[in-house]
């Protein structure tokens, strides 16, 4: 009997819900950027708006390259309903705050693939993973760096200002 | 002179089977085919993964529970396949059973062309 489902499809039907269930939580954290972009824009951080602009982008980038690897391995890509996107926030600190938990979420979130591929000796997804790995140290310093710099610069006096003028120079170039 | 329709040679091989029905792979047109609630349906790939996600998603334990008077009746109905099916409750049970039945021996089949032909020892 001829093994019909592996000619259609790489991945197993597990790896490809859960690359799904990324694919939604990549396009959430989108939105949930461009609503830090829309609060930092609205109450005078524009360096920082602008920060999360680009992260919007950049997730939107990865939501659709999840997306892309479903269908070339021959699965079913969905499409996600994304709502509660929360519009306010309570301070400066805590935009950035979320931010350093969302992208937290994201990294272990994509080990929990990983871990699913490592047990179904799925090495080409795992590989196809190492990618955004790499994208989670980036991303994940950065989030980190702008919390430092409320600690490192204070929040007092000009200090929110100062703030928001270094978020845009955040820049991680490690070789490693 | 009456003509009578012959089956071409048909190389089915049963998947699975329960009480109820059967499902049938056919290596030559690469789609299975279902015999179930009186009908024989052919299901391609895509089709045969969506059958299976309608029926698994019915929420039988709430049909169960339910004190309506509606009829336990489920509608089945696939987007772009020609087959739909109206089951009662005791049917739909039996399709999840025949469909968890046969998703095992997929499995398994793809196993064992793993093992025997695919990976060298």
Not at chain 1, 24 to 51: P, Q, T, V
Not at chain 1, 106 to 127: G, P
Not at chain 1, 164 to 170: A, C, E, F, S
Request: glycine share 4%; aromatic share 12%.
């Amino acid at each position: 009997m001829k093994d019909i489902i592996r000619a259609k499809c790489l991945i197993s039907s597990d790896v490809e819900a859960l690359i799904n269930q990324q694919i939604k939580k990549e396009a959430h954290s989108s939105s949930i950027y461009l609503s830090m972009a829309s609060w930092c824009n609205r109450n005078g951080y524009d360096f920082s708006s602008e920060y999360f602009f680009k992260q919007a982008e950049e997730e939107r980038m990865h939501q659709l390259k999840f997306f892309k690897y479903v269908l070339d391995m021959g699965g079913n890509a969905v499409s996600p309903e994304i709502s509660n996107i929360k519009g306010e926030y309570n301070s400066f600190r805590e935009v950035f705050e979320e931010a350093l938990e969302q992208e937290i979420s994201v990294t272990q979130s994509i080990k929990n693939i990983a871990a699913r591929c490592h047990k179904e000796q799925d090495y080409v997804t795992l590989e196809f993973l190492n990618w955004f790995f790499r994208e989670q140290r980036e991303e994940e310093y950065k989030a980190r760096r702008a919390l430092e710099l409320f600690d490192v610069i204070g929040e007092e006096g000009t200090g929110r200002w100062q703030i928001d003028k270094h978020v845009g120079d955040i820049k991680y170039d490690s070789e490693a | 002179m009456q003509e009578l329709a012959t089956l071409s040679a048909v190389d089915f091989t049963e998947v699975f089977s329960v009480h109820a029905g059967a499902i049938y792979q056919s290596d030559s047109e690469n789609c299975w085919y279902i015999d179930f609630a009186g009908k024989l349906a052919r299901f391609d790939y895509r089709n045969l993964l969506k059958l299976k996600k309608a029926v698994y998603q019915i929420d039988i334990e709430g049909l169960l529970l339910s004190s309506e008077k509606a009829p336990d009746l489920e509608i089945i109905f696939i987007c772009a396949c020609d087959h739909c099916y109206v089951l009662s409750l005791v049917q739909i049970i039996a399709l999840k059973e025949l469909l968890a039945g046969t998703f095992v021996m997929l499995e398994l089949n793809h196993i064992i062309h793993d093992r025997l032909h695919r990976i060298v020892a």
